[in-house]
């Protein structure tokens, strides 16, 4: 269920970032926060379990960041 709300976040984040790349940036942040937040906590728990814990939401603020990048890398090499 959590993979799907990534996914959906990061197709209307693409999308929203090639329409409006000033708006996308801080829809961006507002969708890395809870995942950062998350990131942290898991990286809390002792040893190998942590990194574990911490993996998943490291990766999807890394996917959440390229489809906001990507989208307004588009709008900027499209021709209008």
Not at 42 to 60: D, I, R, T, Y
Request: net charge positive; charged share 25%; glycine share 12%.
């Amino acid at each position: 269920m959590l993979i799907a709300a990534i996914i959906a976040f990061c197709i209307v984040l693409l999308v929203l970032a090639f329409l409006a790349p000033r708006l996308s940036r801080h829809f961006q942040e507002a969708g890395d926060k809870p995942l950062q937040v998350g990131q942290r906590a898991g990286g809390m728990a002792p040893g190998k379990l942590g990194e574990w814990l911490a993996k998943p939401f490291g990766k999807s603020r890394k996917a959440v960041s390229k489809s906001g990048e990507k989208g307004r890398e588009g709008r900027a090499k499209s021709p209008f």
